[in-house]
């Protein structure tokens, strides 16, 4: 007879595909049957926190959901950084953990359903009567909300039979949300007035527009226009004529790129949150700027938004494309007029920095030209986080991943290759990390290493120390050696799990990274660069927090 465990196992596997975990007491039963008896997969992970990372990863890759499982108690509280990432991502996922019995806690218990909470993460608990159904609305919060959700299973319930698995009825998920109402009807037809008039129109696009799909509606809007078009870091590639594209705005953003954007008397801002790093603490736009913001937000997310249109970003961008025929409009012809190009160049810097270490800048640019073009990039997070988004590009948001940003974390970049790596089985997958996230991530090297296989490339920063808190704190004469790390030799540590590991010291030491680049993917290993660079070079985006913080 079907048990719990099964029911919650089988529904699940009707909606996710793939599950990110590791066994223990609490979700043997669960990962039994998922095992036994559906057709989803199941790829172990060394740490319960990459569980979550690479379900996290593989949603933001593929635009599926994906689930992981962790057992109770100690199983669970390591999820929860990772929780909290996934969160303030808003990134749906389901996370099947075992929990406390009903009949109480024992010691090893504790309350995971406050702790859950505590993060922004709700909690479904199944019985013996509604196990399906309970994993049905587990998933439907998860998909109408983007929020990881957790489901839990008591650990005596988890093997009492529940009789026949139930057809459980589909998610119900929301209609993409549409301006309604004269005001907001108005105020669509008063932008598309705007845009009509403007003499430098631009529109900035995020990872909200790549969700809503809305990239061929922001192509059209843009031709109709003649804007000049930009992006967030999580938006890159989303508008379809690249050469009009100034690329990421903020302090990943080129300096000449981003005094164009000054110049700019409209601005459109769709599926943008404006946080303070895309918006350069302020001065992105010049005060005399129009800024106008489309968002399903329920009100502006940014005190310099002037105007604000609740709507999904396709839905209003072809609502103004459709007004903007209407009007008889023609294009403003600023995008022609600029050479693009010539504003996205950046500074490469020399191949040593006067500490006689690599210059940052100048191994991201060499890593760049030699990447395979299908790849995807995941990023950990701390002070290197430039580097690969400055000279790295992308050809569309799905390929370009922080994992640990948006919670402001380091440590979650390893286990993001595998959740990418089976989110995009033809693609190369990328990883950045520094030496501080990469030690405390070391887990799932393995991880990484085990699922990539000859698809995967790993690029160390190592500088020896947690380089933003040397440059933020460092600078203010904070005592430096809590800062500092010692040395470590990452590619001795990726050889161990079965991955080639070269150290660079030198740009020539990239010529391995050519070579690897042409083999074949099917026997090639894979590679993990341990790149020796300078503290002494600080990326833009954090001279811009120094600045601010002086």
Not at 143 to 151: A, D, K, S
Not at 468 to 486: D, Q, T
Request: hydrophobic share 45%; aromatic share 6%; with cysteine.
């Amino acid at each position: 007879m079907p048990t719990v465990s099964t029911h919650v196992a089988i529904t699940l596997a009707a909606h996710v595909d793939h599950v990110f975990g590791l066994m223990g007491n609490g979700n043997a039963w669960f990962l039994d049957a998922l095992e036994r008896q559906t057709s989803a997969t199941f790829t172990a992970v060394r740490h319960e926190a990459g569980a979550v990372v690479a379900a996290d990863a593989y949603q933001r890759a593929s635009g599926r959901l994906a689930a992981a499982t962790a057992t109770y108690g100690a199983g669970f509280t390591n999820t929860l950084t990772a929780l909290a990432e996934a969160v303030q991502a808003h990134v749906p996922l389901v996370l099947v953990v075992g929990d406390e019995p009903t009949s109480g806690r024992r010691p090893w218990d504790v309350d995971q359903i406050a702790l859950a909470s505590a993060v922004g993460a709700r909690t479904y608990t199944v019985g013996r009567m509604d196990a399906a159904a309970t994993t049905v609305i587990a998933i439907e919060h998860a998909l109408t909300y983007r929020v990881p959700t957790i489901l839990a299973i008591p650990y005596d319930v988890a093997t009492l039979e529940a009789g026949p698995v139930p057809a459980a009825p589909e998610p119900r998920l929301p209609e993409p949300l549409a301006p309604q109402g004269p005001f907001a009807q108005s105020a669509v037809r008063d932008l598309a007035v705007a845009l009509a008039s403007a003499k430098r129109p631009l529109l900035l696009a995020g990872r909200g527009a790549w969700l809503s799909g809305a990239g061929q509606a922001l192509g059209a809007l843009a031709d109709a226009t003649g804007s000049i078009t930009a992006t967030t870091a999580l938006g890159r590639g989303i508008f379809p004529a690249a050469e009009y594209d100034l690329g990421v705005t903020g302090g990943f953003g080129a300096e000449a790129a981003m005094d164009l954007v000054r110049e700019a008397d409209l601005a459109v801002v769709f599926g943008a949150g404006l946080n303070q790093f895309t918006m350069r603490f302020g001065e992105l736009f010049a005060p005399g700027t129009r800024v106008v913001q489309v968002d399903v937000a329920p009100t502006a997310t940014h005190p310099n938004v002037g105007g604000f249109i609740r709507g999904d970003a396709a839905v209003v961008a072809r609502e103004l494309v459709t007004a903007l025929a209407s009007l008889g409009a023609e294009p403003s012809g600023w995008r022609e007029s600029v050479d693009i190009a010539a504003l996205r160049t950046r500074e490469v810097g020399d191949e040593l920095a006067p500490d006689g270490r690599l210059d940052p800048r100048s191994v991201a640019q060499r890593i760049g030209e030699l990447l395979p073009e299908d790849r995807v990039v995941v990023s950990d997070g701390g002070h290197f986080i430039g580097w690969a988004n400055m000279y790295w590009p992308v050809t569309s948001p799905d390929r370009m991943m922080m994992v640990g940003t948006a919670y402001q974390s380091i440590g979650l970049g390893f286990p993001s290759v595998p959740g990418a790596a089976l989110a995009k089985p033809d693609s190369t997958i990328v990883l950045t990390t520094g030496d501080g996230g990469g030690l405390m991530a070391l887990a799932d090297l393995e991880s990484a290493v085990r699922v990539a296989g000859g698809r995967g490339l790993a690029v160390v920063w190592n500088d020896g120390a947690y380089g933003a808190e040397v440059n933020l704190y460092g600078l203010k004469g904070v005592a430096e050696r809590p800062m500092l790390i010692s040395d470590v030799d990452f590619a001795g540590l990726s050889r161990a799990v079965g991955a080639e590991g070269v150290v660079v010291r030198h740009l020539s030491d990239l010529d391995r990274l050519a070579e690897w680049a042409t083999e074949d993917a099917q026997s090639r290993p894979f590679l993990l660069l341990d790149c020796r660079i300078s503290t002494k070079v600080i990326a833009p985006y954090q001279q811009e927090i120094i600045r601010i913080n002086s």
